[in-house]
Nanobody, 118 residues
Framework: QVQLVESGGGLVQAGGSARLSCAAS??????????LGWYRQASGKERDFVAA????????YYADSVKGRFTISRDNAKNTMYLQMNSLKPEDTAVYFC?????????WGQGTQVTVSS
């Protein structure tokens, strides 16, 4: 079964922090070409890339808008990827989606809302 389950988020004050988690099923994690990433979609806007990690190498990639503020990490034992978000801004408000791309295909989690109040 291919599954991505997100958690975390919620309401945060500007300048605060939040951490999102994405738990991936074994079938996804064992893909040698796996790239796990985070995207976000603000109300009325398109879904945008936020950050990604090439699972086998640990290489990370970030959108310019979040560089220096967001950090992507993983826990191999838990098949889980994290997005630590610091210095949050109101413009970071969006639904955040976990994404898996690889030989298994292209899969999305259900999304989790992050709202940053000013």
């Amino acid at each position: 079964q291919v599954q991505l389950v997100e958690s975390g988020g919620g309401l945060v004050q500007a300048g605060g922090s939040a951490r999102l988690s994405c738990a991936a099923s074994t079938r996804i994690i064992t893909d040698p070409n796996l790239v796990l990433g985070w995207y976000r979609q603000a109300s009325g806007k398109e879904r945008d890339f936020v950050a990604a990690m090439r699972w086998t190498s640990g290489s990370t990639y970030y959108a310019d808008s979040v560089k220096g503020r967001f950090t992507i990490s993983r826990d191999n034992a838990k098949n889980t990827m994290y997005l630590q978000m610091n210095s949050l801004k109101p413009e970071d408000t969006a639904v955040y989606f976990c994404n898996a791309k690889g030989a298994v295909g292209d899969y999305w989690g259900q999304g989790t809302q992050v709202t940053v109040s000013s």
